[in-house]
């Protein structure tokens, strides 16, 4: 992974409008430089990797933290997968202009009817941490440590399943 230096005021704005400068930068250069889809995949998947590895190092120091980056890690799983074979549920991110919660649930679904009903259940792995544990902080590092290998299932399984990052 390559670092980017972006400036805070962009940061800001984004933040602002409930977008992953990460994320959103990786879509944008993958639609306006017209790339492969498979560098998107892969660019997201490897987002979802760090995220999971920083999550795991975070847990014991700190579980907000480490909440917040657990739900990432599965986020951009299902970004992803998304990318991969979900062109109508890309079409309605792009009409947007950003993910939004409507679309990711109902691209965890469309992925659930794929393989299988243990994703949705490992993306709530995902949302309950990022919900109870980042913007309540009401997990410790226990708690967020059992929701690390359901999050690593979706990271594995999305990797299986594009032939992306080893």
């Known amino acids: 992974m390559v670092a980017v230096i972006l400036p805070r005021r962009i940061v800001e704005g984004l933040g602002r409008r409930g977008v992953d400068p990460g994320s959103y930068i990786v879509d944008l250069l993958v639609r306006s430089l017209s790339l492969d889809p498979m560098v998107g995949v892969e660019a997201h998947l490897?987002?979802?990797?760090?995220?999971?590895e920083e999550g795991r190092r975070l847990a014991d120091s700190d579980p907000v933290q480490a909440s917040g980056k657990l739900y990432k890690a599965g986020e951009e799983v299902v970004r992803a997968l998304a990318s991969y074979n979900l062109d109508d549920v890309l079409g309605r991110v792009a009409e947007r202009g950003r993910w939004a919660v409507t679309?990711?649930?109902?691209?965890?679904l469309r992925i659930s009817d794929k393989l299988g009903e243990w994703f949705r259940y490992s993306w709530s792995s995902a949302w309950a941490p990022y919900l109870w544990g980042f913007y309540e902080a009401r997990f410790d590092s226990e708690v967020d440590g059992r929701y690390v290998s359901e999050i690593e299932g979706m990271v594995l399984e999305a990797r299986r399943v594009t032939g992306g990052i080893s």
């Open 46 to 52: 490897e987002l979802a990797l760090g995220c999971l």
């Open 103 to 108: 679309e990711l649930s109902k691209a965890v």
